[in-house]
């Protein structure tokens, strides 16, 4: 039986070993970084590569170290 082959393009993003520190993401707040759609994040490992929310002045929102708006 032959399948048809659908092509699903997706973007990967590789974080090796070692700390990255992100602006984060929160509802309603314009920049920051945000997970886009059929996007994968790929680290070396837990404990290898850690992803950290940097601090932030701002206490009236919650940010998020990696999110994406809802449709």
Known sequence: MNLPQVA???AVMHLGPG???T??????VPGGWYARPRMKVIGSGIDVTILSLAPNSSTSQHYFA????LP
């Open 23 to 28: 602006s984060g993401y929160a509802d309603g």
């Open 19 to 21: 700390s990255f520190v």
């Open 8 to 10: 699903l393009p997706y």
């Open 66 to 69: 990696v999110g994406h708006p």
